[in-house]
């Protein structure tokens, strides 16, 4: 064949894949703003602030809008993409989908809610639900287990819900939170909020000083750690500037709702707490990072820092609110920088640690919201004031979130290292009626599970490792002589095996593995045993790790119950 003959390739007019649609993009710029006017919208830390606006505008991600936001951005559309779906509370809809119903209703499965009948009730829903209007789907922990069952109708939450309550929300068209009563500026300034702030600034208290009376007052982080404040603040500030402060607000452990609590009744002194701390770190900018499963409280925060910026407490801009997504292990430091640089919530290997490379790749102090909500507290009423709560030897207070079969469940604010027996009969007002303590949660889900007969132990960090169990961020869950232990263990498993971000395979596998072998009619003990090891020694973080305590408890404290369903042998 002559040159001549041979096909010449036709030269190629347009990019790879599906074309962006120009008018999407224009729709895109009239929704999160123009990326030509303002550059500062193309940084990689928006995105997933640009996939919530989205989501909200639409009620799902489609792929015409993922594919406007990878060109608004300058993204590989796969950045995107993997971000989206990494996210539970992002629904991404492929162009071959039909769009969701417009209003979906999200039924709390964590295990308050399962024992206060969330399946039954899902199953209603799910039976009685047109699909044409409204999608029935299971959901994680939402931080209102003092109110179980719960369920979110678009974002509003049906408290102690039934069928009646909630369909009743749909027919109203109750899909936004309901407000929530809160403390403004005027009145917190009243009551001497902020002298702290200002005291701090002006000179009258030092770091060094503040940082003594949080040591003297024992003040640990108050997320689960226990790591002390006071040290944490000192690794931030050996290390070069800039620094960043970052809040950790997504408390996404089952049974754990302090931190919403004080969020809901006291935001300035939350936001003086903060304040403070980043100002002890001489931070660059102040990120809270909320969970979304708090719309009502992003409201909250949101007015809460425009009072600070109006009465120029704060510059503009300084405090910055991200929403997370739906990802309980942005829980974890290190996965919540990731997130909050707009990627996908997954854990870092470390060292380093956060304090020295975080936030950008800078220093970055991370704490919890109750840890920093205490700092105005303890200034103004002294270190020996809050040092002297304990009980057993114990230094300070402790705020339960108790749920499960107690007559009262709610957050009590109590001492450290006081017992379950205590707590219950003095906090709770008992156990529910007609129950009797079988077993209780001292940390939530992954704290592990003890029976009746150790109701008595000390309640803190460092009082329950002998036992195998820790008390994390105090997310107390009570059990009775009514409830299922391996269904509980099951359940929670469940969680874990959901939520695992999929990095590491001891953690990603070994989750599905073990609720797999829980879900038989007999338990392989050794198998799981090994797994359990495998999965403690070799997961890149605590999710992995923690995630076999429960399955550990009933083996080594409920043998003669497992033995007598024959889910494991006698003996």
């Known amino acids: 064949m002559s040159t001549d003959e041979k096909k010449v390739k036709p030269r190629r007019v347009s990019p790879r894949g599906r074309q962006l649609d ?86 709390c499965d964590s295990i308050s809610c399962c024992l206060a009948g969330a399946e039954a009730l899902y199953q209603a829903l799910a039976r009685g639900a047109d699909p044409a209007r409204v999608r029935v789907r299971r959901a994680p922990c939402m931080g209102r287990c003092d109110t179980a069952p719960v369920v979110a109708v678009g974002h509003h939450h049906v408290l102690n819900a039934n069928a009646r309550n909630v369909g009743a929300a749909v027919e109203q068209g109750q899909v936004q939170p309901a407000d929530i009563p809160w403390q403004g500026l005027a009145d917190y300034h009243s009551a001497g909020g902020y002298r702290l702030l200002t ?42 500037g800039p620094r960043y402060a970052v809040i950790n ?11 919403r609590v004080y969020l809901e009744k006291e935001p300035h002194r939350f936001l003086e707490g903060a304040l403070v701390s980043a100002w002890a770190v001489e931070a660059q900018a102040l990120y809270i990072y909320l969970r979304d ?61 956060v304090a020295q490379n975080g936030l950008f790749g800078q220093p970055t102090l991370v704490n919890n919201v109750e840890t920093v909500y205490w700092i105005p507290r303890i200034h103004a009423q002294g270190a020996e004031w809050f040092a002297s709560q304990g009980r057993r030897g114990r230094r300070g207070l402790r705020s339960f979130s108790v749920s499960g079969r107690v007559a009262k469940p709610g957050v009590h604010l109590a001492p450290a290292g006081i017992s379950l027996t ?14 009797r303590l079988l077993a209780y949660l001292p940390g939530g ?32 869950i009570i059990l009775s002589d009514q409830d299922d232990l391996p269904a509980a263990a099951t359940n929670l498993l469940g ?3 959901d939520e695992s971000c999929g990095q590491c395979t001891p953690c990603r596998v070994g989750t599905e593995k ?40 009933l083996l080594r404290d409920f043998r003669s119950e497992l033995a007598s369903r024959n889910l494991i042998a006698r003996g």
């Open 422 to 435: 205590e707590l219950i009969e003095e906090y709770c007002g008992g156990m529910a009626e007609g129950h």
């Open 249 to 259: 607000a997504d408390e996404g452990e089952p049974g754990t709702f302090k931190d």
């Open 22 to 107: 120009p008018v999407v993009l224009a729709e895109l710029r009239g929704l999160i703003g123009d990326e030509r006017n303002d550059p500062t919208l193309r940084r990689r830390d928006r995105l997933i602030e640009h996939l919530h606006a989205v989501q909200d505008a639409d009620g799902y991600l489609s792929m015409p809008r993922l594919r406007a936001l990878a060109t608004f951005m300058n993204l590989p559309m796969a950045t995107i993409y993997e971000t989206a779906t990494f996210y539970a509370h992002f629904d991404v809809i492929h162009d071959d989908q039909a769009p969701p119903p417009a209003l979906t209703l999200r039924v």
């Open 495 to 497: 969680f874990f095996a």
């Open 293 to 353: 499963e708090y719309p009502g409280l992003h409201r909250v925060l949101t007015d809460a820092i425009s009072e600070l910026e109006a009465a120029a407490i704060v510059a503009p801009g300084f405090v910055i609110l991200r929403r997370g997504a739906g990802a309980y292990i942005c829980g974890e430091e290190s996965a919540l920088i990731e997130s909050l640089e707009g990627k996908p919530g997954k854990p870092r290997l470390r060292p380093p640690f």
């Open 514 to 553: 073990m609720l797999q072998l829980l879900e038989r009619d007999t338990w392989d003990e050794e198998t799981l045993q090994q797994l359990a090891r495998v999965m403690a020694d070799a997961s890149i973080c605590g999710l992995g790790q923690a995630a076999p305590n429960p399955l550990l408890s």
């Open 445 to 476: 889900a992954s704290g592990g599970i003890l029976p009746a007969s150790k109701a008595d132990i000390a309640l803190d960090f460092d009082t329950l490792q002998e036992h195998g169990c820790f008390i994390g961020s105090a997310a107390v």
């Open 199 to 240: 005291d701090c600034r002006e000179g009258r208290v030092s770091v060094e000083a503040l940082a003594n009376e949080l040591e003297l007052a024992g003040l640990r982080g108050l997320g689960g750690a226990g790591f002390p404040t006071f040290r944490k603040w000192q690794a931030v500030r050996a290390e070069p």
